[in-house]
């Protein structure tokens, strides 16, 4: 996969701590941005499931014992 530039502003003291964290963990501030965008949207894309869950969960309460699925799906 080829490689882009994306540019964010910031302002001084933003870059600069933005720098500072990501070179105290051996990395540089653009891997540390790519990593931690990309968390952030997994975590989220996460959370909606989880809520999809919760909310079908809701609907039908009927909780599974490792047996029962066992027998279920395997």
Do not use: H, Q, V
């Not at 910031?10 to 600069?16: C, H, I, S």
């Not at 609907?59 to 490792?66: G, H, I, M």
């Amino acid at each position: 996969m080829a490689s882009t530039t994306m540019t964010i502003r910031l302002d001084e003291d933003e870059k600069n701590l933005i720098t500072d964290y990501a070179k105290t963990f051996g990395t540089s501030a653009s891997d540390f941005l790519r990593r931690s965008a990309l968390e952030k949207i997994e975590d989220e894309l996460d959370l909606e499931d989880w809520k999809k869950a919760k909310a079908e969960f809701d609907l039908n309460p009927e909780t599974l014992s490792a047996s029962d699925i066992a027998r279920k799906y395997l």
